[in-house]
Nanobody
Framework: VQLQASGGGLVQAGGSLRLSCAAS????????MGWFRQAPGKEREFVAA????????VYADSVKGRFTISRDNAKNTVYLQMNSLKPEDTAVYYC?????????????????WGQGTQVTVSS
């Protein structure tokens, strides 16, 4: 599976962005998908994940209620809608795919990673 993230940019605090992650291959619907982010000088951290069917989602506490993950298996794409953005959301955002049905919030659960897209939130 090859992943291509897009949709990042510069936005003011309180604004919104929608990230997309397009996957190649015909087996996209078999993978759980996740979003992670990495700020300068920090570890890559979990943001949100969605099961292969879309029936189950999980979020980091820091984004709960502000971010929404969704997927369209017909388009081989997963989305991250980010609202009420804060300066501390500034990071490179990565999408990832996992063949496992558990451990979505662990970086090591993921088999494939996209290249990342920069999100910058100004105060």
């Amino acid at each position: 599976v090859q992943l291509q993230a897009s949709g990042g940019g510069l936005v003011q605090a309180g604004g919104s962005l929608r990230l997309s992650c397009a996957a190649s291959g015909r087996t996209f619907s078999r993978y759980g998908m996740g979003w992670f982010r990495q700020a300068p000088g920090k570890e890559r951290e979990f943001v949100a994940a969605i099961s292969w069917s879309g029936g189950s989602t999980v979020y980091a506490d820091s984004v709960k209620g502000r971010f929404t993950i969704s997927r369209d298996n017909a388009k081989n794409t997963v989305y991250l809608q980010m609202n009420s953005l804060k300066p501390e959301d500034t990071a490179v955002y990565y999408c990832a795919a996992t063949s496992k049905g558990y451990g979505y919030d662990y970086r090591t659960s993921y088999d494939y990673w996209g290249q990342g897209t920069q999100v910058t939130v100004s105060s």
